[in-house]
Structure formats: C-alpha cells, structure tokens
C-alpha cells in the first residue's frame, strides 16, 4: 500500500482499516464460520480432520476391576517390602505364641543383653548460648525499626564479640 504524503492521517486510517477489514472477509469466506456447522459445499475447501485411530481389534482393552486389582497387588507387596526392610533384625524369626510350650531355661540375660551405650548430651559452651541471646535482642532490634543507630551499633559489636568468644569455646 503506496502512501501519500500529501493525505491526510484521516483518510490513511480509513483506508487502512477497509483493507484489514476485506482481508478478514477474505479469509472468513475461505475458513467459513466457527460456530455454524459446515454446509456441502464447504466440505471441498476444507481439510478434513483425520478420524481418531481404533484400538487394535487383537488386543482388547483391559477390564478395570483388572487394574483395581494390580493396584490393590502393588500396595500389598510396598507394605510388606517396607515391614521387612523396617524390622530391627531381619534374620530373627517373627515372635510366635508361646502359650502351648513348655518353658525352656535360658541362660541370665545379663550375658545375652547387649550393654546399653551411654548417652552422650550435648550441652553448647556458655559463651555460645550468651551469643545467641545477643544476637536475637539485635534481630528483635532491627526489626522493630528502631532510629537508633548507636544501640543498634553497641548491640551489633556485644553480638560480635559474644560470637568469637563461642568460636574460641567451641573448638577444641
């Protein structure tokens, strides 16, 4: 579309949209309409959709009270896979019922019993817990947006020195 420069902006619009306008029509003529059902003679300009491919006639689909079953199957076998990975000594049989058997003597359980290892508590270094309550009254600090640039400034230097002071307690 050739432009004259000499036209005014009006009538460039104008023409513009008219020829937008008999483009759409164009192509609606040629695609026809979207929500009308296509009329015989429009059967020829359109490509024709491919039909949806048939299931194979060999091999039926498979029931679904079949698939419930391999899924009932799955969660079963999961469960006892995760029982049997799970126990404390998988070699040791299951604990059957003893009320029918005669009691047999066994040896004192103080040779048999394993002896229980000590618990070890950890307790952190005094400096590193003076340390952390330094650091939370800085975090309350800043936090409450507070103006005060020197308490920020002292709290920020006390947290410092009482975090050095727990590295050096700390290491061995």
């Known amino acids: 579309m050739a432009t004259n420069?000499?036209?005014?902006?009006?009538?460039?619009?104008?023409?513009?949209?008219?020829?937008?306008?008999?483009?759409?029509?164009?192509v609606g003529a040629r695609l026809g309409s979207a929500f009308e059902p296509a009329t015989p003679d429009d059967d020829d300009r359109r490509p024709r959709?491919?039909?949806s491919p048939a299931p194979p006639a060999d091999r039926p689909a498979r029931p679904r009270w079949q698939w419930i079953a391999a899924a009932a199957l799955i969660f079963v076998l999961g469960t006892g896979f995760g029982?049997?990975?799970t126990?404390?000594?998988a070699s040791d049989p299951p604990a059957t019922s003893t009320a029918g058997t005669t009691p047999v003597a066994q040896p004192p359980a103080t040779a048999l019993a394993p002896r229980p290892?000590?618990?070890?508590k950890v307790v952190p270094p005094p400096a590193c817990l003076e340390a952390v309550r330094r650091?939370?009254?800085?975090?309350?600090?800043?936090?409450?947006?507070t103006n005060n640039q020197r308490l920020v400034a002292d709290k920020l230097k006390a947290?410092?020195?009482a975090s050095?002071?727990?590295s050096k307690e700390a290491s061995p």
């Open 87 to 89: 126990r404390s000594d």
């Open 164 to 166: 050095q002071a727990c």
């Open 49 to 51: 959709a491919l039909p």
């Open 5 to 26: 420069p000499e036209e005014p902006p009006e009538e460039r619009q104008r023409r513009e949209l008219e020829e937008i306008r008999r483009k759409f029509q164009e």
């Open 135 to 145: 650091g939370n009254e800085l975090f309350d600090l800043l936090t409450s947006k």
């Open 159 to 161: 947290y410092s020195l």
């Open 83 to 85: 029982y049997l990975l």
């Open 117 to 120: 290892r000590p618990q070890t």
